[in-house]
């Protein structure tokens, strides 16, 4: 779903997509097509499922909070969430998904 509303509102306008259970938002058509991009944001949608869906935003939350006062960056505090180093270090193994072991994003606490 294409939508520059929901990425401006939840990333600052710093995302090109944003996933709010059970979609995903993209900044623009063309990522459409972006297939690294739409499994980052899928694995994030199993990350959500396996948390029961609002702790999943919770917990994100909070560990951005805490990301971004250990590293007063905006940019480093997201990329350190547990849940964004997991979807970014297997965004282009389109088979992930099929074999993501049950809270694996621990591994990258």
Request: proline share 2%; glycine share 2%; aromatic share 22%.
């Amino acid at each position: 779903m294409v939508s520059r509303f929901w990425t401006k509102v939840f990333s600052f306008g710093k995302a090109e997509a944003i996933t709010i259970f059970p979609f995903i938002f993209l900044r623009r058509r063309g990522l459409k097509t972006d297939q690294v991009l739409l499994n980052h944001e899928r694995i994030h949608l199993l990350q959500a499922l396996e948390l029961l869906i609002l702790p999943f935003y919770i917990w994100y939350l909070v560990e951005f909070t805490i990301r971004f006062i250990q590293f007063r960056d905006f940019h480093k505090a997201y990329r350190n969430i547990s849940f964004e180093r997991e979807a970014y270090a297997n965004e282009s193994n389109f088979n992930y998904l099929k074999s993501k072991k049950l809270w694996s994003f621990c591994k990258y606490l």
